[in-house]
């Protein structure tokens, strides 16, 4: 089992920019894939930015070219730099470790998950 605590969220003009982190209990050398998802109020979770272990990334169109996925094996940790940041990227960001190689899925037996850290963009 592995737990993931997230860091970095908070209140924002937009504009601005944030940094958030993900620590990870244990080792996430043999994770192939580590991201971020968002869950806003009345809508569903989505992903928004995964990177694997080699580095490759993947972003959702609505960040691509605003927010930077990185993670570091050595101190078991992600990173994703959000800058450019609009009223619509308000939501809960939730750090994400997958057990698998496949991207999209949510099977609760290969997904782990931290608590979330809240992002709020002020006008």
């Known amino acids: 089992q592995v737990q993931l605590v997230e860091s970095g969220g908070g209140l924002v003009q937009a504009g601005g920019a944030l940094r958030l982190s993900c620590v990870a209990s244990?080792?996430?050398?043999?994770?192939?894939?580590m991201g971020w998802y968002r869950q806003a109020p009345g809508k569903q979770r989505e992903q928004v930015a995964l990177?694997?272990?080699?580095?490759?990334?993947y972003y959702a169109d609505s960040v691509k070219d605003r927010f930077t996925i990185s993670r570091d094996n050595a101190k078991n940790t992600v990173y994703l730099q959000m800058n450019s940041l609009k009223l619509e990227d308000t939501a809960v960001y939730y750090c994400?470790?997958?057990?698998?190689?496949?991207?999209?899925?949510?099977?609760?037996?290969?997904?782990?998950w931290g608590q979330g850290t809240q992002v709020t963009v002020s006008s």
């Open positions: 994400n470790a997958k057990r698998t190689w496949s991207i999209a899925t949510m099977d609760p037996s290969l997904n782990y």
């Open positions: 244990a080792s996430i050398d043999n994770l192939p894939l």
């Open positions: 990177i694997t272990i080699y580095s490759t990334t």
